[in-house]
């Protein structure tokens, strides 16, 4: 995962090791001759360069691990997709069979129904009429 402190942190780091090593090369052109000016300009770029070289393949692996932890991450998240996928299909068959089963235990208990009342019709006409 991205962590900010840390970029900031190695973004520090950088700013302290880019000027620690700028240190002598300033303190050197200071004193030297027009002569060696051009060389330690060119020697000054090259420490720039060097140094944003060094941070940028800092971040670029940083930024690797950090593509690494997020593929990791996305295949844990799409396995529990599947997972969740699954058990929704599983419960929705077992929502339609316990439908289905009550809809027949209902339509049993309404024959049932009828089938006491006219038993029960029955045996009072047969009680009146004694």
Do not use: Y
Request: hydrophobic share 40%; proline share 2%; glycine share 2%.
């Amino acid at each position: 995962m991205h962590n900010p402190a840390l970029g900031a942190l190695l973004a520090f780091i950088a700013g302290i090791v880019i000027t620690l090593s700028m240190l002598p090369i300033f303190l050197a052109r200071a004193r030297s001759s027009s002569a060696n000016k051009a060389q330690n300009t060119a020697q000054t770029k090259h420490q720039l360069l060097s140094n944003e070289l060094a941070i940028a393949t800092v971040e670029r692996d940083h930024a690797k691990k950090e593509i690494d932890n997020v593929d990791v991450e996305l295949q844990e998240l799409r396995k529990i997709n599947q997972d969740l996928e699954k058990r929704d299909a599983e419960l929705s068959t077992r929502i339609e069979e316990n439908k289905k089963s009550f809809l027949e235990k209902e339509q049993l208990l309404k024959e049932n129904g009828e089938h006491l009342k006219k038993e029960f019709e029955r045996l009072a006409d047969k009680v009146l009429s004694l």
